[in-house]
């Protein structure tokens, strides 16, 4: 049974900064790209960031180009994504999700493309 567990979310300051980590089991992680989602209140769900299997090849949204870095220990089993300047407007709850043979990059940023997600962990930024 495949299971992504999110952890490290947390409440921070305008300009400070959260890593959150995703724990995968029952699957082979390296053959899947990894990606981060979050989803505000009374929003729609939106893409942050994605990972090729090997850690070679990164998108990312521009809303988070410059802030977070998606990163990926394939020995572990853990994927990872580094928040820093946070804003207010990074408030959400962000899911991990992983694509099996997603190797068009362009469909990456679809939540579509993903088989697996996590239950999702809250990141809130305060002013």
């Known amino acids: 049974q495949v299971q992504l567990v999110e952890s490290g979310g947390g409440l921070v300051h305008t300009g400070g900064s959260l890593r959150l980590s995703c724990t995968a089991s029952g699957l082979t992680f390296s053959n899947y790209v990894m990606g981060w989602f979050r989803q505000a209140p009374g929003k729609d769900r939106e893409f942050v960031a994605a990972?090729?299997?090997?850690?070679?090849?990164?998108v990312y949204a521009d809303s988070v180009k410059g802030r977070f870095t998606i990163s990926r220990d394939n020995a572990k089993n853990m994927g990872y994504l580094q928040m820093n300047s946070m804003k207010p407007e990074d408030t959400a709850v962000y899911y991990c999700?992983?694509?099996?043979?997603?190797?068009?990059?362009?469909?990456?940023?679809?939540?579509?493309?993903?088989?697996?997600w996590g239950q999702g962990t809250q990141a809130t930024v305060s002013i």
């Open positions: 990972l090729s299997g090997t850690g070679i090849t990164t």
């Open positions: 999700a992983a694509a099996y043979g997603a190797s068009y990059r362009g469909n990456w940023v679809r939540d579509a493309a993903y088989n697996y």
